[in-house]
């Protein structure tokens, strides 16, 4: 039995704001930290991040947790991590889903395991994309949602902005958004656009929706739930 779970992923669906998903072949960028990573006989697969919709039931021994701590809200995901496993003739992954056996098999740590993810995600080519005035997007990549998890990508869409705070949305499993937290403080127009953006964005995405909270991002750091009515 593989220290991890196995379960594959459906492809990407295409948002209506989105114009276009994450090609492949699995995995993108490089290179990568694999001191934590796997062999199943086609070379080594690196760990990755991978949100999770707050549905998903992690295996008792996984490596998950929640996205943020605080009030016992809805639709919070879960950060797991895991290794994107090609699939022949398929532009989505599957996913190996990292559990404790695996990291107690190697001798390292959770948190060995969850640093080299997010070395190795931070890796991976992703861009930021005008949407509209004010609103930026992110959606070539399959892990775009998991640039939740990456400062450096979020501190070029604080540049591109110039917003030291940023509402961030990621609706769906290669899909985030991005405005300035500036728009919801001062009641501007772009306010109403961004959350029907992420609302629609969450709706469409069917079983591959992430979550449809936005979320307060201070200097590239996740910091809060944005609760707007």
Known sequence: MWPFGKKEASPVAAASATPRSSPGPEPRGGPFQLACGVDLGQGPLPAFPLLMPASFSPAPTALARPLIKGPKLPNIPWVTLCYLIPQAGSPAPSRGFIRQERVDQLGKTPRDFESEALFNL??????????SPGILVCTDDYLAAERILDPVFLQRAHTTLGEDSLVVGLPARGQLCATGL?????????????KKLIGGMFQAGGELGVTPWPFIVIK???NSILEVA
């Open 182 to 194: 500036s728009v919801f403080t001062k009641g501007q127009p772009q306010a109403l656009a961004f």
């Open 220 to 222: 590239g750091s996740l």
């Open 122 to 131: 931070g890796t991976r080519p992703a861009s930021w994309q005008p949407l």
